[in-house]
């Protein structure tokens, strides 16, 4: 049987060079000494080192996307070994799958990410020998390079929307004026916002020219009483 | 015998007469609308285009439109709105006036 070792495997499963990500690096080790991945001391080469059998690469792999939405490792090791943390951790990753809207632009997930949680769900599914599926298109962990986990970015950008929400609820309250007036914020500061903010920030503003021009219509056509 | 003729006659008129009765109908409608948007307009300004639907704006024009057309070749009294409301006043009425013509008419010396 084949052995790799921590870079080889992270390789061959991801296809990333796990030297260019440090931080995960990081935790994959700290994974190692808390004995959730087994790794043999080479017996080959003789050199301090040590390698990852093949029976390990599923939970290095499941390892990996519990990384990307829980950045602790002692937290993953618990999702492996605790049923109640593992039923804990897979309600948080369902909400962040059914909230995916508010992720899209961070992260694309795809038709695995209700497997994943499903998978995640049930205990009786052992994560040493099953392999989740990747919800992932591509892993957070590459894409946001630092120590920030996806629960964090969530709530971030939560924070970040409610300028965004504030227009929105505005609009379908029917309050075009005061929607049109965030509007303007959002379109002045246009670079800076998300770009789906904007465009929706763009139709308020069309929208809101289009009942002022119908109001002036109506007066022009029926008359305005004084 | 000229009676034979009638039926076909009938089926000539046809469209004739449907088109008459939607005339009628839409006529109504619409000035129902038209005096709907005019108060929206009146007292919720721009926020009269959210209430109002694209279709119920332009039969709301519609009904303008004819009414003020007949006001070019009939001596009116009052304003196009108190027409308006007359013609819209038939809207959940079983008995229409037999024509527009007369609708307007009815319109015209209210």
Redesign the interface.
């Known amino acids: 049987m084949r052995s790799y070792t921590l870079a080889e495997a992270v390789r061959d499963l991801f296809g990333f060079k796990l030297a260019d990500y440090p931080k995960l690096k990081d935790q994959l080790n700290s994974l190692v000494r808390n004995k959730l991945i087994h790794m043999d001391a080479d017996l080959i080469s003789h050199r301090n080192r040590r390698l990852l059998p093949e029976l390990e690469l599923t939970t290095l792999f499941n390892a990996t996307l519990l990384l990307a939405l829980f950045p602790d490792p002692a937290k993953v090791k618990l999702i492996f070994d605790d049923v109640e943390e593992r039923q804990k951790a897979a309600r948080l990753a369902d909400l962040i799958v059914i909230n995916r809207q508010s992720l899209l632009e961070i992260i694309h997930l795809n038709v695995n990410a209700a497997i994943f949680v499903n998978v995640l769900a049930t205990p009786d599914i052992d994560l040493r020998k099953h392999r989740l599926d990747n919800p992932f298109e591509i892993l957070p962990q590459i894409l946001l390079k630092g120590d920030v986990g996806l629960v964090d970015c969530n709530v971030a950008r939560s924070a970040s929307l409610t300028k965004g929400d504030s227009m929105l609820r505005c609009y379908l309250d029917?309050e075009?004026?005061i929607a049109a007036q965030h509007a303007v914020r959002i379109i002045l500061a246009a670079e800076k916002e998300p770009s789906e903010l904007v465009k929706l920030a763009r139709h308020i503003e069309v929208e809101?020219g289009?009942?002022?021009e119908?109001?002036e219509t109506?007066?022009l056509?029926?008359?305005?009483?004084f | 015998m000229m009676l034979r003729y009638v039926p076909m006659l009938l089926i000539l008129m046809l469209p004739k007469m449907v088109t008459a009765e939607t005339n009628r109908t839409t006529l109504i409608e619409g000035c129902a609308e038209a005096i709907q948007i005019y108060e929206n307009n009146q007292q919720y300004t721009f926020k009269a285009a959210i209430m109002a639907s694209l279709s119920e704006a332009l039969r709301a024009g519609y009904c303008k439109g004819v009414i003020d057309e007949y006001d070019r070749g009939h001596d009116c009294e009052g304003d196009w709105l108190k027409r308006a409301r007359y013609v819209a006043g038939y809207k959940d009425q079983k008995s229409l006036p037999p024509s527009t013509e007369s609708l307007l008419r009815g319109a015209c010396q209210s």
């Open positions: 029917g075009l004026d809101f289009a009942a002022k119908f109001s109506v007066d056509l029926f008359g305005r009483a």
